[in-house]
């Protein structure tokens, strides 16, 4: 949109004219209306006769003062306000109604339907502290903020700061339908904080009280949520994860915590995981606070989440990046150390097991796109920005600073982060000054390796080239690594090659070799003379980031023997090799999936099994010949249930299959057996139903054609909370006719009376995706294909772009003819559409090519 997308060489300039910010700002939630009041006072320094601008967007400006001068509030438009002719030092004052909003961004607005109570949470990341008060909106120019915030009485605000006592005002306010008084509440200003790291958070929140332990003194700690919600907070547990962060972060970062307090908050209809305001976390209600039991997958990504997020208060808010180009030295770090701690001061010892199967696995998908990026690269503008919240962000530069610290030493790895962080302390950083620090403490260069790992897009494909003697002992192994044609840039890589033997007790780890690649062929002089393997993994334990195409011997191994696989890493590693096998046409799909439902019931890793069902109902619906998904899909829910039946009642593997079922019901009368559950004519040993787990009973149900539209709202009636709303929307859109598709989509795409709410969106979008059959979607090809840009239009950024990926018509692969022809057809029309979208659209197309070989390959081997 002209003016609210902020070009980095706008930021640029606008950072060469205007320094040393500070803003005082004032808020007032009291107002029954879809606005609420802000005032702003923002001072700053200025080359002097300059001009620069403001930013406000989604607010009607009505007063504006430019050093004591009155403007004209016309002057407001397209989101901006030109500040023209400017001193030395500068005061400027903006005030306005601003818009609250329900897409997850801004100020977020958010009713509950059990009492009507209003909840507002901001989310300012990447560019819409703009839509709150007046800033100058760009991640280099850090400031101390001042909130003074007004509000009913009955209500909490936390923000930066420590929390103060709120002061009584007269007046009055009305909240779902009663009266109250008003309150304000006067923080303190804050260090220099970039404009996205700000927070406030305003409603009747429930808090836990804590406090963490620092090398400074005590931290006031609390963790927050909705009250409904107030007995799942398991703040105790969220608590000891932090203390555990703080106590390894400031021993290896060197540096105390740096701010006043440490604040979590578990808020409704968030788009992320979580964010890193400063001393003010705001966590997804939706994703990490449990109303049921929790997977053990779910447990620790939690966790890994708490870490990440701590992390971030030194690498990101103490030291931001200068422009988002570097968003990877937030992000990348986080994820890196956010795993590393889990796995160094958790119960999750085997974080880096879960890292591989999910994250990294996405990442290499990601990574194999036309729309690839290196690890660092360049964001031209805000709108871009979305597109940079991606895995290759996180999980791949997460693994290359993995291999950095591998590469120069642990020690002196994070000896060079310490003194990066010491250097830039409360200011802004780029890639080259990180790594300068990293390269004085290892007295080596690194620009060589950060040309091959973070400037390099592309992943590449480790594979086995082995020859045995007639005694059965490698007579030659080498290592090749093929680079992608589009990026052909080969990396070096220090790898753990083993050899696996098969026996009566199972497959085990005969010999291994540590090796170093670099270059097309490695040779392995060491294992000649080893036993031969009959499982050869030339990346055993996960130690770099590259694909893995296995050797026939390990594949014929694996046919029979995979379920002999008892180390978690090794199942993860082999289950992820055969998955990338397929989607590159060198396996065919139903092989895959045999090994996915030979494996589940024996995971030892709980996200692993939580990853691999998803990707396994991906290749059933995708990857496998049309013509055998259902049939596939139907014997593999039997498969599930003669599994579940042998399940040790209570642990986590009997939850993970129950829901695995629950997905792959194909049939109605796989669907009643959810039903008997859910209405509790028949039950699990160990496995009371839940609220959560109810929900994806009922979704199951849905999809397989058990439950009509009328029976979800009767499940719907029976829990009026938030989160049976939104699960519900899903459960609507799983139902396994064109009609209920149909209304999904026009719920998206033709709402009557505006967008839905974010999180509501995510489960229509998740819900029409679902469908055993993809045929379900053939009738809404063309009003999809109509309507995508106009969907986007009015739900443009993180919320446009989830679900316009979720909705995209790829199942239709091998079901309808031309489908990649209407895409790429579609692409021409919309040549001027915006980048987001047409990313989402580019990537769909190479899906659908990438389906449509592996469906071949699947075909062939009937």
Not at 111 to 121: H, N, R, S, T
Not at 130 to 146: E, M, N
Not at 309 to 332: C, I, K, Q, Y
């Amino acid at each position: 949109m002209p003016g609210l997308n902020l070009t980095k060489a706008e930021a640029v300039e606008r950072a060469a004219t205007v320094a040393n910010v500070s803003y005082r700002v004032d808020l007032d939630f009291t107002a029954t209306a879809d606005t609420f009041r802000s005032d702003t006072v923002v001072e700053f320094d200025a080359v002097d006769g300059a001009s620069t601008f403001i930013e406000a967007a989604g607010a009607r400006i009505d007063l504006i003062e430019l050093n004591g001068e009155a403007l004209d509030p016309v002057l407001h438009a397209e989101g901006r306000i030109v500040l023209a002719p400017l001193r030395a030092r500068n005061t400027l004052r903006v005030a306005g109604d601003f818009a609250y909003r329900n897409d997850g961004q801004g100020i977020h607005r958010f009713v509950d339907p059990a009492d009507g109570e209003v909840y507002l949470y901001s989310q300012f990341a990447a560019n819409d502290a703009r839509a709150a008060f007046a800033c100058f909106d760009q991640p280099d120019l850090k400031a101390p903020f001042t909130f003074t915030v007004t509000v009913p009485d009955h209500w909490v605000v936390v923000s930066n700061s420590p929390t103060p006592e709120p002061e009584p005002l007269d007046g009055l306010a009305t909240v779902a339908d009663a009266d109250h008084g008003t309150a304000r509440w006067s923080f303190g200003p804050t260090a220099p904080i970039p404009t996205y790291g700000a927070a406030v958070v305003a409603g009747p929140y429930a808090f836990h009280e804590g406090l963490l332990h620092s090398a400074k003194g005590d931290v006031p700690a609390r963790v927050y949520g909705r009250r409904e919600l107030e007995e799942h907070f398991d703040a105790e547990r969220v608590l000891a994860d932090t203390q555990a962060g703080l106590d390894l972060y400031e021993r290896v970062f060197r540096t105390d915590y740096p701010y006043e307090k440490y604040d979590q908050i578990y808020v409704p209809q968030y788009n992320l995981g979580a964010m890193e305001n400063i001393g003010c976390v705001t966590i997804s209600e939706d994703r990490l606070l449990f109303r049921g039991r929790a997977s053990a997958a779910n447990l620790e990504f939690r966790t890994v989440v708490v870490l990440h997020e701590l992390a971030h208060m030194w690498f990101g808010n103490l030291v931001t990046m200068r422009w988002w180009d570097d968003l990877w030295l937030n992000e990348s770090f986080a994820e890196f150390i956010g795993t590393w701690a889990a796995a160094e001061v958790s119960e999750w010892t085997d974080a880096w097991v879960t890292f591989a199967a999910d994250r990294k696995s996405v990442a290499y998908v990601q990574d194999q796109l036309p729309t690839t990026h290196a690890i660092v690269t360049e964001v031209p503008d805000t709108e871009a920005t979305v597109s940079a919240f991606d895995m290759i962000t996180y999980a791949k530069g997460a693994s290359a600073l993995k291999q950095l610290a591998e590469q120069v030493g642990e020690a002196v790895f994070f000896r060079g982060v310490a003194s990066y962080l010491k250097r830039y302390r409360h200011g802004n950083a780029t890639l080259a000054e990180f790594l300068a620090e990293v390269e004085q403490a290892a007295d080596r260069p690194l620009d060589a390796w950060a040309r091959v790992w973070l400037e390099t897009p592309g992943v590449t494909t480790l594979r086995a080239i082995v020859t045995e003697d007639d005694a059965g002992r490698i007579s030659r192994l080498a290592i090749a690594e093929d680079v992608p044609a589009e990026h052909p840039v080969g990396r070096p890589h220090r790898v753990r090659v083993a050899g696996y033997l098969l026996g009566e007790e199972g497959l085990h780890r005969s010999w291994s070799v540590d090796v170093g690649l670099d270059g097309e062929l490695t040779e392995v002089g060491a294992a000649v003379g080893l036993a031969a393997p009959d499982l050869l993994l030339v990346n055993d334990q996960d130690l770099t980031y590259a694909k893995l195409h296995l050797d026939d011997r390990s594949l014929e191994t694996l046919r029979d023997g995979i379920g002999a696989i008892d180390e978690p890493m090794v199942q993860a590693t082999v289950l992820d090799a055969l998955w990338h096998m397929v989607r590159d046409g060198s396996l065919p799909a139903q092989v895959y999936v045999d090994a996915v439902l030979t494996l589940l019931p024996r995971l030892r890793n709980s996200a692993t099994a939580e990853s691999h069902v998803r990707l396994t109902v991906f290749a059933l619906t995708r990857y496998v010949a049309p013509e055998l998904t259902l049939s596939l899909t139907e014997a593999a829910a039997e498969r599930m249930w003669a599994a579940l039946a042998g399940a040790a009642p209570g642990g986590d593997p009997q939850l993970q299959l129950l829901k695995a079922y629950a997905w792959f019901a194909t049939t109605p009368d796989q669907g009643e057996r959810l039903r008997a559950l859910v209405d509790g004519s028949a039950e699990l040993e160990g496995l009371p139903l839940d609220s959560d787990l109810r929900w994806d009973l009922v979704a199951g149900m849905a999809a397989s054609g058990a439950a009509t539209l009328e029976q979800v709202d009767v499940y719907a009636a029976r829990d009026v909370t938030s989160a049976g709303q939104r699960r519900a929307a899903g459960a609507r859109a799983a139902i396994a006719s064109p009609d209920a598709k149909r209304a999904a989509w026009d719920a998206l795409a033709h709402p009557a009376t505006g967008p839905a709410t974010n999180a509501v969106q995510f489960e229509l979008a998740a819900g029409l995706a679902r469908a055993v059959d993809p045929r379900l979607l053939v009738p809404l090809l063309d009003d999809l294909l109509a309507g995508l840009r106009g969907y986007y239009d009015a739900n443009a950024g993180f919320v446009g772009a989830r679900v316009v990926k979720a909705v995209l018509p790829t199942a239709l692969t091998g079901r309808v003819d031309g489908i990649a022809e209407r895409l790429e057809t579609w692409l021409t029309a919309n040549a001027d559409a915006p980048s987001v979208l047409r990313k989402a659209v580019i990537e769909a197309l190479d899906h659908v090519r990438r389906a449509a070989v592996a469906q071949a390959v699947s075909r062939s081997a009937r």
